[in-house]
């Protein structure tokens, strides 16, 4: 399958030290020919951290993307009536969100626009980025996987010595994750 002019959202959510890996992939997508709409949590539009200024993450984004950025909550409830997207992905997905899609609150500018993508029957996909993922996390990781319509790209433990119960998506296999997801299957292996 051929990402060429699909219509992606993507979703980044503050997991800051994920935030140059997450920027290559929109990248990719765009070299891919995706038409990619830009969505970013509150928190990620506003924060700047260690990692970079969040005016530098927005200039890039929106630059890669050709669109402005989705930051409100009520910039992003349209993505559903208007079924503007073929597919969601969010990268990176903090423990925060996936507690909030795994327990349906959409309070932020990304879990609505999860839900308001969801309600159109449309894969969802999820880059996890979470230093508790094998921990509190867990659970709702769990609630995930067995969700129609949501699909995990492949993830891994990043630092198992000193970061035992954190777990990182493999960014590189977003496209394939996609693909996948535009196919109704979950890229395998998942574990990585």
Avoid: W
Avoid at 39 to 67: K, Q, W
């Amino acid at each position: 399958m051929d990402l060429k002019d699909k219509k992606i959202g993507f979703a980044m959510c503050g997991s800051f030290c994920t935030f140059k890996k997450a920027m290559k992939a929109v990248n990719t997508l765009a070299e891919l020919g995706a038409d990619i709409t830009p969505i970013m949590s509150e928190t990620s539009y506003s924060t700047d951290t260690r990692f970079g200024t969040a005016e530098s993450f927005r200039n890039e984004l929106s630059s890669v993307t050709g669109h402005d950025i989705i930051s409100t909550v009520t910039d992003a409830e349209p993505l559903g009536p208007k079924a503007l997207l073929d597919i969601l992905a969010i990268v990176p997905c903090t423990g925060n969100t996936l507690a909030k899609l795994a327990n349906g609150i959409a309070d932020s500018s990304v879990t609505l626009a999860a839900k308001a993508h969801l309600r159109n029957n449309r894969p969802l996909v999820i880059a996890v980025s979470t230093n508790d993922g094998l921990g509190a996390a867990a659970q709702n990781i769990g609630k995930l996987l067995c969700r129609k319509l949501i699909y995990f790209v492949p993830f891994g433990q990043d630092d198992c010595i000193h970061k035992p119960n954190s777990l990182v998506a493999d960014f590189t296999l977003l496209p394939d994750t996609i693909k996948a997801a535009l196919e109704g299957r979950q890229l395998q292996p998942i574990l990585g």
